[in-house]
């Protein structure tokens, strides 16, 4: 069940976390292997939702969420936005390989 038990509200309002790595193992561990309902918004307006067909890694569930968007939104693009989603994929992808 995916609801949180009595009192653990209260704790997760108070958490603080070292880092950007604490957080992110914080989340996982809690989502991980848990049927998610995963959403896109902008300006505070939900655009995508689903409900999570597979329970697994967090990440790699949302992933094949945001995939799934962006293969909707392929055909609605115009040329110079096709190319700034690319260009920015680039980026990541370099930007982790320098790191690593």
Same mark, same amino acid.
């Given at each position: 069940? *995916?609801?949180?038990?009595? $009192?653990?509200?209260?704790?997760?309002?108070?958490?603080?976390? *070292?880092?950007? +790595? =604490?957080?992110?193992?914080?989340?996982?561990?809690?989502?991980?292997?848990?049927?998610?309902?995963? *959403?896109?918004?902008?300006?505070?307006? +939900?655009?995508?939702?689903?409900?999570?067909? =597979?329970?697994?890694?967090?990440?790699?569930?949302?992933?094949?969420?945001? =995939?799934?968007?962006?293969?909707?939104?392929?055909?609605?693009?115009?040329? $110079? *936005?096709?190319?700034?989603?690319?260009?920015?994929?680039?980026?990541?992808?370099?930007?982790?390989?320098?790191?690593?």
């Amino acid at each position: 069940m *995916a609801d949180l038990a009595p $009192g653990e509200a209260e704790e997760f309002a108070n958490l603080s976390f *070292a880092s950007g +790595i =604490e957080l992110r193992e914080f989340v996982q561990d809690k989502f991980n292997g848990r049927q998610l309902v995963l *959403a896109l918004a902008h300006d505070l307006r +939900i655009t995508s939702w689903a409900v999570s067909e =597979e329970k697994g890694e967090l990440f790699e569930v949302a992933t094949t969420f945001l =995939e799934q968007v962006l293969q909707q939104a392929q055909s609605k693009l115009n040329t $110079g *936005a096709k190319f700034r989603a690319k260009l920015a994929q680039v980026d990541v992808a370099a930007h982790d390989l320098v790191e690593a």
